[in-house]
């Protein structure tokens, strides 16, 4: 683990407990585009243990933010195959 | 060399099998965690951030004192006479609501209905814009005898949402005001019975007949015995050709700031 991905990952966890939902996401997409970050799921699986609560307007799903990693992580696999800077 | 390119693709391929079982495994998982409504992390979760939060509000507080000591005497003096001016103020307000209170609580006593509340006080950890959730996180939990339904009111009188989740010293609040959570009120002066739909950030909308008599302004209420206030109605819209009218409300508690919050641990009914 290099020390920026160390770095991001303690952001990532302030991030949870005390910044805006969208910087957490915006974080997350750093560390993605930086590195691997598979650990995003983890993040995103503490978001929803603390916070998660099943909405009506959600479809009763309260693991959003594990979801919204998931898809990210997804996105950043497809993109960084895709990309020369990435190879 | 087309053995070696046939042997990476075949790797490449075993790879990419392994990350699509891992998905749909997790993916499984999580679909079963939400399905059962369980969340095995949350205990766990909740006691780590609540060490976390803690340590932030005492350290704030530690810090706020710090500062006083490098403020000039002159700013110290005036915000000392502005907010002793603040407090002659509130006290005129407290004196008449405390006498209205004791005549509301007399004439249950007169009708035989007398409830006793026991609030406990709270400290909020996390405020609604930290999640997508619309969610509060306090200080208080299963220790504190909280539980799944107790009603949290902020600023004294006024209610905003019920404790969804406890732990063991923490909780969950979930807003009336959050999207798609519907609740039983009473609207104006006539009580007039309605369900109203969150909307997010302490705003509801609900729907009513075109010829119920309802103004801006007028106090809604919860459907409970006790009148602590819901909201107040900001808009009414309709249309003399529509059979309904729609009316927009909001609490005016701003809870993006609130720091205190009050939970009503039980309420009995004596009759």
Redesign the interface.
Known sequence: MTPSRISINILLFIS??????WLTILIGILLLSLHNGVEL?FWG??????????????Y????????LF?ILI?LA?YVKQKMIFYN | MKTILRAQRKRARKSTLQKALFAILFLGIIGLFNVFQINPFSGVSHSVAAVIWQAKEGTQRELNDFYQLFRSKQSLVEENRRLEQRLVDQEYLWISERALRQENEELKGMLGRDIEESTILGSVLSRPDTSLYDTLIIDVGAEDNVHVGDQVVALGDFVIGFVSKVFRNTSQVTFYSSPGVKTNIFIGEENIPATAEGRGANNFVVQVPRDVEVEENDIVTLAHFDTQVFAVVDTVIGDSADAFKTLLFSNPVNVFNIKWVQVITSAELTL
């Open positions: 949870v407990l005390y910044f805006p939902w799921l699986l503490f978001a929803d243990a603390l916070f998660g609560v099943p909405l009506e307007s959600f009763g799903v309260q693991y959003l933010f594990t979801l998931f997804v696999v």
